[in-house]
């Protein structure tokens, strides 16, 4: 779907969305982006507990957040 600034969501019911523009991104940005929805099923905002999770998953996940700021924009 068309979710306009947003790479994807995850609502109250836990329903995953997903730009249809991630199928641009290289597979690790996917990886994240996925990685980010599944986790907000568990835990709702972007607390420490949060990133924490999503760092078990993806140790490098800061880069890759960095990245996607930078250049996700440009797509």
């Given at each position: 779907m068309d979710l306009g600034f947003r790479w994807g969501s995850c609502s109250a019911d836990?329903?995953?969305n997903f730009h249809?523009?991630?199928?641009?991104?290289?597979?690790?940005?996917?990886d994240f982006i996925v990685v980010h929805e599944?986790?907000?099923?568990?835990?709702?905002?972007?607390s420490t507990?949060?990133?924490?999770l999503v760092g078990?998953?993806?140790?490098d996940f800061e880069t890759r957040?960095?990245?996607?700021q930078q250049?996700?924009?440009?797509?």
């Open positions: 836990g329903t995953l249809w523009r991630i199928m641009q991104l290289p597979p690790q940005m996917i599944l986790t907000h099923i568990k835990v709702p905002d972007h507990t949060f990133w924490k078990l998953a993806i140790p957040r960095k990245w996607l250049k996700g924009g440009e797509l």
